[in-house]
């Protein structure tokens, strides 16, 4: 093992770093606790012996230091002691020490000490490897798990859209967009990141979902809609904020926020939109709220222009609701 | 045989090593004189904190040798440097140096007797 002595008193550093090599470890000893930090900033030891008295940085500073630092892997701290100093040892076993030895030291038990402290440290060195192993599985199955929800979200949305042809590569474009629109809004949001970004995007697909709810005489109805029609077509995005709704309550992670998609984006189609809270006495968790187009129009002919820069705007403003 | 400190006890702790005996010995030799003057020095300016601080490391440094006597006295001092007892310090500084004088002449005996 690399071990660190940090001991003002010579002789028991000597003594120690004598019986340790002759052990065979690798003995570093420094003459008071800020040497010993300074060795332990260039070098990792497994195990650091230290007194508890000592000039310019004590047992507890260092001990201390050391629990705060530790990076590469698990430091096995044993602290040295008088015999008649317990307040000392339960200082120093509270600051982080793992063992004690009392001064002078005795061989057989200074051996022991550190035969336990080599458990310790091959046990703490498994530990983190089966972690770094399950951190890396996880990580994996999480990608993975992303993947098949971006190919089920994507898959539904497509199959939503087969059903109105008219609007081409619809769905693709409201995910570009909705990837700029939120790429602009996490530069001034602090609490938004890239997840949040490739989520968002990902979920815009979905916006269109509700359409398998819209009945074909209207979904493609060549022509002009009636009132009637209309009002039946404006509640697509109602079905599908709540069918939404309905898959979070059931744990499955589809974005909230998709739901709002629903809401936002559906001003491209000429009507405005908004959402009732999930707890609203009215049977829909989803209301819309139509606004005439003008007359004549159809799901075919509508000019996007104007309605995709007023679609922007709401599209900001609902997401800080 | 001498009473200053426990020589079985002293040859078991440093596994019959002769050659580290002296090289610790020698060590004691340098040190002790310092020590025994900053306690002189805490003793004579009434410093309870520095009583404490160099009276400790006396009494580890002795410990080392096995020398109950001499650990015994340093114990004192320093506890009467924690409890601020500092009026009656005197006799105590004494038999600190006392003790620790006579440890160093019988480890030197004691080699001696190891080296012929």
Not at chain 1, 106 to 120: F, N, P, Q, S, Y
Not at chain 1, 121 to 129: G, K, N, P, W
Not at chain 1, 271 to 285: A, E, I, L
Not at chain 2, 6 to 15: A, G, H, W
Request: proline content about 4%; glycine content about 6%; overall charge negative.
């Amino acid at each position: 093992m690399r071990v660190l002595i940090a001991e003002d008193e010579r002789i028991t550093r000597r003594a120690l770093q004598t019986q340790l090599e002759d052990w065979g470890h690798d003995v570093v000893a420094a003459e008071d606790g800020a040497v010993a930090r300074e060795h332990l900033r260039t070098n990792s030891f497994d195990l650091v012996v230290t007194d508890w008295d000592m000039p310019r940085m004590d047992g507890r500073a260092l001990i201390e230091y050391i629990r705060r630092n530790s990076q590469s892997g698990y430091t096995y701290l044993i602290m040295l002691t008088g015999r008649s100093e317990k307040s000392d040892l339960v200082a120093g076993m509270e600051a982080g020490a793992d063992d004690f030895l009392a001064k002078p030291f005795d061989r057989d038990e200074l051996r022991v000490r550190l035969h336990a402290g080599e458990r310790i440290i091959q046990l703490e060195r498994a530990l983190a490897e089966i972690n770094r192993d399950l951190e890396a599985q996880v990580t994996a199955r999480s990608a993975e798990l992303v993947r098949s929800r971006e190919a089920v979200i994507f898959g539904l949305a497509k199959l939503a859209e087969s059903r109105d042809d008219d609007t081409g590569k619809h769905l693709e474009r409201i995910c570009a967009l909705t990837e700029i629109l939120a790429r602009e809004l996490i530069k001034h949001e602090p609490d938004l990141d890239e997840h949040w970004v490739r989520t968002l995007s990902t979920t815009a697909a979905l916006h269109d979902i509700g359409k398998v709810g819209t009945p074909d005489a209207v979904l493609l109805k060549p022509g002009p809609l009636t009132d009637e029609e209309r009002r039946i077509m404006q509640k697509h995005p109602c079905i599908g904020g709540d069918a939404l709704l309905a898959s979070n309550a059931a744990g499955t992670p589809w974005p909230v926020t998709s739901s709002k998609y629903i809401a936002t984006l559906w001003p491209l189609r000429g009507s405005t939109f908004r959402m009732s809270p999930p707890n609203s006495s009215q049977g829909s968790k989803c209301q819309a709220n139509v606004a005439p187009r003008a007359s004549g129009s159809s799901p075919g002919s509508r000019s996007r222009c104007t309605a995709a820069a007023a679609s922007r705007s709401r599209f900001m403003r609902s997401l800080a609701f | 045989m001498s009473d200053a400190f426990d020589e079985s006890e002293l040859m078991d702790r440093v596994d019959g090593d002769v050659v580290f005996l002296e090289e610790t010995i020698a060590m004691l030799d340098e040190d002790s004189p310092t020590l025994l003057d900053q306690i002189r020095a805490a003793a004579n300016a009434a410093d309870a904190v520095a009583l404490v601080r160099s009276a400790h490391a006396l009494k580890g440094m002795v410990a080392n040798f096995c020398a109950e006597p001499a650990e015994t006295a340093a114990r004192e001092l320093e506890i009467m440097g924690r409890e601020d007892r500092l009026s009656d310090v005197a006799p105590a500084v004494v038999r600190v140096e006392d003790e620790t004088a006579r440890l160093t002449e019988a480890l030197h005996q004691f080699l001696r007797t190891k080296t012929e």
